[in-house]
């Protein structure tokens, strides 16, 4: 059984920081992985990816804020967050890339507020 455990999230001032874990199992780790989140009200959006090779592409408002890697050995995937804003605040989920419907999880909380 395929399983994503993501960690990390929390509350956080706006400019500070938080760095997201995302433990996979059940399923080969060479496959592309990605961070999406859903804010409240709003459908679920990809944040970043990162290819079996390490390549990776943010979306255009994380550049420079946000750095997305994977550790292989510990079949993890991360997310650096800087510079967090109030527009950040969400679930935060991982899954492959493209997403595979049946292996959302739970998802990590995080909220920036003053």
């Known amino acids: 059984q395929v399983q994503f455990v993501e960690s990390g999230g929390g509350l956080v001032q706006p400019g500070g920081s938080l760095r997201l874990s995302c433990a996979a199992s059940g399923i080969s780790f060479h496959t592309h992985m990605a961070w999406y989140r859903q804010a409240p009200g709003k459908q679920r959006a990809l944040v970043a990816f990162?290819?079996?090779?390490?390549?990776?592409n943010l979306g255009d408002s994380m550049n420079g804020r946000f750095t997305i890697s994977r550790d292989n050995a510990k079949n993890t995937v991360y997310l650096q967050m800087n510079s967090l804003k109030f527009d950040d605040t969400a679930v935060y989920y991982c899954?492959?890339?493209?997403?595979?419907?049946?292996?959302w999880g739970q998802g990590t909380q995080v909220t920036v507020s003053s």
């Open positions: 990162i290819t079996t090779g390490g390549s990776t």
């Open positions: 899954n492959t890339y493209p997403p595979t419907q049946s292996y």
